[in-house]
């Protein structure tokens, strides 16, 4: 080969592997994630030589995260975030403590490990993988469900707690028997000052995204839009998800998914979320492919016949050990058996931060080598088993469903709180598309419908050009054009009446539908008559650039425009000699 093609071979090879196992898995009724992960591995034992090195790899599927992160995020406002704290913070916290205690337990008992090497494995398995979890919730349509965001906001609050693991590592890595590569500056810091520090930076880096992103971010994506061309838009919206993740993890040591999903979450209050999730969405697939993949690659099999029991024990502490917890924690919290079920389903797997954390551990000598092995194989058999485990959740709230003294007992004697969360939901949706319903100001149907002067429009025409209307509103008497004025804009009523003056004589009325404004901006003269509303108008205000640019762009309507502009012009003209001749009455 002429140069270096690992990385390609890796991406290809992966893919079209992925590809077909993906496809047998879901002609055999099971999820295409098996296939990715069986394509993993086989590329991992059979290819090994023609793929690139593990840290590329990983870098590749961390692309992956960083994109969903950034389509959780999306999906996700902050009133969502909000909504859901009481359950999801406490709960996710006492979740970790309890399987951490379960993981370093089972550690330290049964397999004679160090108390450092059972935290590190215990703190790994405790944490479940947002990526895993979309991927469930989406196949089931649960995205949005109470549950389904319920779920998503325990492991973005899980998330968060691995992130302020991380940096503590190091600074308990001594204390628990290991130590910090002497690279690491972190192991210098004392506890407190790492704390500190995190704190500190974590909460700048969410405080100014959230302050400045919300005005910033949506601004710069409508700039993008009203260009009207896709690749830009696309291009933004990976600059943004991708450079906060990158900028996020550099500046402030948040680690780039978490990044990635409060890029997302702040582009989720514009009127783009939508547009941005679509055109990021075959890209967040593709990753996400990729990052299952490189589990299965680093997977080395000979681990189930080497300690099987091992193997075992991590598995069932994911699938009923945490599940179990976290059904236990869900119930004391007075919420009904269905949300418990699909958070406990939610935690039946773990993911990417488990590897992160697993893998600093054994650098740090803190875990034996075979850790990364085991939570591996964990994370490749729950991942294969958790979609079983949402398919039981679902039958066996049917079930509950079906039986009036269950349905009693577990679901409407508990429903309250529920309830509660569910309005509360409810109303930041509703909030949140009232915000959006301001900004719009037409459908680009709604448009042609109103103004048939842009039928022959593509529909991408038509919303690139809703983009640069301004709504306006005019009470009765309200002056709009003034006669001499210079031109600034041109108008289209949308609803209301107005009327046309020239020389103080009303010439003609317009109702919706109608525009007005062109002639000067055609010309280049000052305004020719008084635009005057008559009764309660909405109009869109079309800047002078902005139309001069869009009739240069779409000839159709620049003729429509010319000649509508020449008829008004022939017609004032006759109208000012009628009247300079007496024929025009006098004014009564
Ligand atoms: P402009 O000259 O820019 O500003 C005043 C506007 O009134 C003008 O553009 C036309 O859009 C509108 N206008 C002028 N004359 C007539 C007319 N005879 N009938 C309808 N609209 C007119």
């Excluded at 909000?82 to 008992?109: E, F, L, N, S």
């Excluded at 709180?417 to 709604?446: N, Y």
Aim: one cysteine or more; proline letters at 4%; aromatic letters at 8%.
């Amino acid at each position: 080969m002429p140069h270096d093609v690992t990385l390609i071979a890796t991406i290809a090879v992966g893919f079209v592997l992925a590809f077909a196992l993906g496809f047998v898995a879901n002609k055999l009724r099971l999820p295409p994630l098996v296939g990715y992960l069986l394509a993993g591995v086989v590329m991992g034992q059979c290819l090994p030589n023609l793929m690139a090195t593990n840290s590329m790899t990983g870098q590749l599927a961390d692309i992956g995260v960083m994109l969903l992160m950034f389509g959780v995020g999306l999906h996700f406002s902050i009133p969502d975030l909000m909504a859901v704290r009481w359950i999801a913070i406490p709960g996710a916290v006492c979740q970790i403590v309890v399987a951490t205690a379960m993981g370093t337990g089972m550690a330290m008992y049964f397999w004679g490990w160090t108390l450092g090497a059972g935290l590190v494995l215990g703190l790994s398995l405790s944490v479940a993988s947002t990526v895993v979890l979309l991927k469930a919730l989406d196949e089931r349509n649960g995205v949005g469900t109470p549950n389904g965001r319920i779920a998503i906001g325990w492991l973005i609050v899980e998330d968060l707690a691995m992130v302020v693991v991380l940096v503590l590592l190091p600074a308990f890595t001594g204390m628990l028997g290991g130590h910090v590569p002497t690279t690491d500056h972190a192991a210098d810091a004392s506890l407190l000052a790492s704390l500190g520090n995190t704190a500190v930076k974590v909460s700048a880096f969410v405080l100014i995204l959230l302050f400045f992103g919300p005005k910033v971010m949506p601004w710069l994506l409508r700039q993008v839009a009203r260009t009207g061309s896709r690749e830009l838009f696309t291009l933004s919206v990976l600059a943004v998800s991708l450079g906060i993740a990158f900028g996020s993890a550099e500046l402030f040591d948040v680690s780039f998914a978490l990044g990635a999903f409060f890029a997302g979450v702040v582009l989720s209050e514009s009127d783009f979320s939508h547009k941005a999730a679509a055109n990021s969405l075959p890209l967040q697939d593709a990753f996400a492919v990729l990052f299952f993949v490189s589990v299965g690659m680093l997977f080395d099999p000979s681990i189930l016949t080497r300690h099987p029991l091992m193997v075992a024990g991590v598995v069932g502490l994911i699938l009923f050990g945490k599940a179990l917890a976290a059904l236990a924690i869900v119930g004391l919290m007075g919420y009904p058996l269905s949300t418990a079920l699909t958070v406990a389903a939610a935690l039946g797997q773990v993911g990417e931060f488990s590897f992160i954390l697993a893998g600093l551990g054994v650098t740090y000598g803190l875990m034996p080598a075979e850790g990364v092995n085991l939570v591996l194989a964990g994370a490749l058999i729950s991942i294969t088993v958790n979609p079983l485990m949402f398919g039981a959740v679902e039958k066996l709230t049917e079930l509950v469903q079906q039986r009036p003294r269950w349905k009693a007992h577990f679901e409407d004697s508990r429903a309250e709180r529920f309830d509660r969360l569910r309005s509360e939901l409810e109303v930041a949706r509703l909030e949140l598309e009232k915000k959006l319903h301001a900004h719009k100001t037409f459908s680009p149907e709604e448009l042609v419908a109103r103004f048939p002067l842009f039928a022959g429009l593509t529909p991408e025409q038509r919303e690139t050009l809703i983009l640069h209307f301004l709504p306006k509103t005019a009470s009765p008497g309200d002056r709009i054009i003034r006669s001499g004025d210079k031109a600034e804009a041109a108008y289209f009523l949308s609803s209301g009446e107005v009327e046309v003056a020239v020389n103080g004589r009303q010439i003609s009325k317009l109702g919706a539908g109608g525009f007005f404004g062109e002639m000067a901006l055609l010309s280049g003269d000052r305004r020719s008559a008084d635009v005057t509303a008559l009764d309660f108008c909405k109009y869109l205000a079309l800047s002078q650039r902005d139309f001069r640019r869009f009739v240069r762009k779409y000839p159709s309507v620049y003729e429509q425009v010319v000649a509508l502009a020449k008829e008004r012009g022939n017609m004032n003209r006759q109208f000012l000699d009628d009247l300079a001749h007496g024929t025009v009455p006098p004014l009564a």
